[in-house]
Every structure is written in C-alpha cells, then in structure tokens.
C-alpha cells in the first residue's frame, strides 16, 4: 500500500482543481491531484455513477461531466466574463446585502491574479447601453473574452506546470473510499483506490473540485465523515442558465450592426459582445441576449472549427492538416477570413453564415431539482422547467424583444421571431418545447447552513469546496472565470491559514 504526505488533497482534476493545485504548489504547499477519470483522453471513462433523471432530461449531466484529467477544459469554450459585481455574495448569489458582513468582501484581486496567469491582458468590460424604449429596462452591453487555441484548455496548462512540480502528485483513475476524520471533524487523509492499488494520502486540508454532480454526490456518500445529516439537504436547489433561440437575424448591406456586436480580435483572443438585461427588483430574472453565428452549417467556418476544437485537445499534426485540406476549396472565403483577422482584427462573418438571436435567462433554484444517490451504483435527478421559469421567461422575453425593436431601427436590422411570444400560452409552449440548458449547473451547497465565507464546511475544520455547487443562484455568465477567481481565494486561504499556525 502506497502512502503519501502532502498538505492540501484536491479531489477533481478539471479545469479548477488543476488551477487550484497549481496556486498552492507557487505558494510553497505540496499537493495530491485525485482525479477519477483517466489520464489522457485517450483513456476518457464514461461518467460514473450513472445519472438517471426524473421529468425533464439535463443535457449538461450527460455532456459536460468528463471524467479524463483536465476535466471539461478539452470541451469548454473558452468564454471568460467578469461579474458586474465581484463581492462575494454577488458572486455566490446571495441576494442579502448587510446581515452577513463576510460576504461583503470584494474578491476583485482574484480575479485580477486569475486574468492575468492565463493570459487576459484587458479584461472583458461592461458598460451602460442607453435605450430610448422604457420596457428595455436596465441594460449593459458586456464583454466575454475567448481564449485562443491551445490556452483555451486552462486545466491542460495547469497540468504541465504540475507535471514539473516535484511538490505535486497526480493520482488519475483513482477513486474516493473513505475520508478519515478526527473527533473534532478535521480531515486528517483520504484512502484511494489509483488504478485499483490502494492510496492512504495524508493531509492537512482537503478541497472538494470535481463539478457539481460528482462533489454533491461525495458530500452524500461520505456525509457522515463530515458531520453532515440530512436536514442539510445536499444536493437540494439546484440551477442552471436557461438557452432559447427567440428570432432570426438579417441585416441589410449598410448596417453598422457588426461594428457593434461582432466578435473583433484583441490581445491574441477573440472578444464577443451580449447584452445584459432584467433584473430590477430583487430577485428579478436576469438575462443576456446574444448573437449567435451558426458557422457548423456552412464552409470553410465549419472547418476552423474543427482545427480550433483539434488544437484545444492536443491533437498532432497530422489530424489538424487534414482539417485543413478539407477547407481547402473554399481559398476565396479563407482568404477573406484572413484578410479581415489580420488586417482588420475583426471576424468576417459571411452572408451564408445564419444568425440567431438567442436569450438566455436564469433558472429557479427550486428546492424541487436536485440529485441524489438511489442505490450503491447509481443516482437520480429530479429537474424540470417550474413555475418560477415561465415567469422568469415572462419577465426577460418582454425586455428582450423591446431590445431587438429598438436595434431593427437603430441598425436595420430584419427579424424572424421563431416563436408566439404574444401570449402567455404561447411564451409558456415555446419555453417547453425550445428551451436547452447552458452546461451550467450550480447549486446544492447552501451559504450559511452547509458552507461559510470561506466556502469551508461548517462542520469541519479544513475541508473546502471550490465548485459551481456554491453558486446559490445561477449568474448572468459562464462560471468559469468566477470559479478560478474562487479557486485562487481559496488557495490563498489555505496558505495563509498554514503560515499563521506555524
């Protein structure tokens, strides 16, 4: 039996447990990287436990659960956008502002530290978009920044530093047996079973990183170990973001439209535009409305694609050369692409190319959905579209719709809504049948009763959680970037506790 020694034991090997390892070994902290999955993606294993849902299907518990080392970090998109505000129970979700003085503080130098080690050299900005339609509400044209080709995949990045680190253990296929803990419910190790040979890892603290599912599922599992019960109700309130198509989008030869919201070129990555509306009273819907560009139905954008999604994963030579002979016939449209990448630091988007406008909106956190173990080799979620959704659908859709008038006459646009939306019938028939979730999901951890400010569990002295099941309610934006500014906070409070206790 193998025994190790480290300080911090992070379970999950995705894009924030890498992330996070590689903060605490810069810091001086030797840590164990226990990740379920295979090593390469090559060795990728499907998902387990098994998820069944009940009512409504979650795409993202069968599409974005990747249990390979790097996690989703070979399949996400890159997207990286800044919360409006970057106070903790802004970003948690809270929706409390004064009875809780800790979760006042301003994280905002995470998410400067974050930008900066993986290459944001501006970060993405959000600024007021004056309407003259009064049903448009609040609304802000907002900044998501891509990452380019291989940095786009943050967990591999993070993997290499690693690898180089002798302060470092990566334990991939290896899964959770038992957490042992002392009377007072400090985590003193973990014993694995690392392609089946079995791991005592020793440790001072311990970080739970392994998405949503799988850390809701090990707090379940191994409640006990942590002084959990189930009053705490784990795995309860679960959210998502909420993604429809809402209208067709096409604009006349003089529209100054793409100067405004096309995706343009800026410090090696590409910066795309959506616009944030909603909101108003607390605990209003949010939303954003963006364009998309539907370049997997037409050539040669289907190709770069392609070379893009190979160069993320690490693919040779060889396969990213035959992507690009099959772009090959269309040289006028590459030359085009080109001219305008290079030259003009914007994305050509060609007449061919479909566009979409599309809405997406906060979700319920309803105590209704939620996940659960319901046998030893499997577990059950229960999620569907609730009230609270067509309301929150209600409320975004008006203001979202009163935006595109206001934008047909501003920049001539023409517009195909793909929907009855005049109706509450008709809004409520469309949500159904068109709606898709955004891979998002969040939630099952709660503030206050389960976690603090520190996102610590209550009823341990050093076991932290660092995954979107903090999240109390969904944000307006792809958690990423909020999720490797927690990571580096965390990994601040680790060292910092340590330092002070020597």
């Known amino acids: 039996m193998r025994r190790l020694l480290v300080d911090v034991a992070i379970v999950g090997g995705g894009i924030a447990g890498s992330f996070l390892a590689k903060q605490l070994v810069r810091r001086g902290a030797s840590v164990a990287v226990i990740e379920k999955g295979g090593a390469t993606l090559a060795a990728q294993k499907p998902a387990g436990p098994a998820i069944g849902c009940a009512a409504r299907r979650h795409d993202g518990v069968y599409n974005a659960r990747n249990h390979v080392l790097g996690g ?10 800044r919360p409006q505000s970057t106070r903790l129970c802004d970003v948690l979700g809270l929706n409390r502002d004064g009875d809780d003085a800790a979760s006042l503080e301003d994280i905002d130098r995470h998410f400067n530290a974050v930008e900066h080690d993986i290459g944001v050299r501006r970060p993405p900005r959000t600024a007021d978009f004056p309407v003259s339609n009064p049903a448009v509400g609040s609304c802000c044209l907002s900044e998501i920044f891509v990452l380019p080709g291989r940095a786009r995949n943050v967990a591999s990045v993070a993997l290499k530093e690693l690898a ?5 253990a990566i334990l991939s296929d290896s899964d959770v047996i038992e957490f042992r803990t002392d009377s007072s419910r ?3 190790g973990l014993r694995v079973a690392c392609g089946g040979e079995p791991v005592v890892i020793d440790c001072n603290a311990l970080v739970l990183c392994a998405g949503t599912v799988d850390t809701l599922l090990l707090l379940q599992r191994h409640g006990a170990a942590f002084g959990l019960s189930e009053r705490d109700a784990i795995g309860a309130a679960l959210h998502d973001h909420i993604s429809l198509p809402i209208a067709g989008v096409s604009l006349t030869e003089t529209s100054d439209f793409p100067n405004l919201v096309f995706p343009t070129f800026r410090a090696g990555g590409v910066v795309g535009k959506r616009f944030e509306i909603g909101g108003g009273a607390v605990g209003a819907a949010r939303g954003v409305l963006h364009f998309q560009f539907l370049f997997d139905e037409v050539e040669p954008y289907r190709e770069i694609k392609q ?14 050369l035959m992507a690009a002979a099959r772009s090959s016939s269309q040289l006028p449209d590459l030359c085009r692409i080109g001219y305008e990448r290079y030259f003009k630091q914007r994305l050509y988007v ?10 997406d909106f906060e979700s319920a956190h309803s105590e209704d959905n939620r996940i659960e173990l319901d046998r030893e080799d499997g577990a059950r979620m229960t999620w569907d579209l609730r ?9 975004v859709i008006v203001r979202a719709n009163a935006l595109l008038s206001e934008l047909q006459t501003r920049y001539g646009l023409s517009l195909n809504p793909l929907g009855d939306f005049t109706t509450a019938a008709g809004r409520a028939a469309y949500l159904r049948e068109k709606a898709t979730d955004a891979y998002h999901l969040g939630g099952g951890v709660k503030y206050g009763d389960v976690i603090d400010h520190q996102l610590r569990l209550n009823r341990t002295d050093n076991v932290y959680v660092v995954s979107c099941a903090v999240f109390q309610r969904p944000g307006l934006a792809n958690p990423t970037m909020t999720l490797l500014a927690l990571a580096h906070r965390c990994a601040d409070a680790i060292c910092g506790r340590a ?3 020597k």
Not at 164 to 168: A, D, L, P, Y
Not at 307 to 320: D, E, F, S
Not at 350 to 359: D, Q, S, Y
């Open 350 to 359: 060609g007449k061919t190319v479909p566009i979409v406008a599309t809405l």
């Open 72 to 81: 989703n970090g070979y399949y996400w998109g890159g997207g990286l956008v």
């Open 307 to 320: 070379i893009l999604a190979l160069r993320q994963k690490g693919a040779g030579l060889q396969p990213i």
């Open 387 to 395: 009230p609270a959704d067509e309301r929150a659908f209600d409320h």
């Open 164 to 168: 180089r680190t002798k302060g470092c």
């Open 186 to 188: 400090r985590v003193r």
């Open 499 to 501: 330092a002070a206790t």
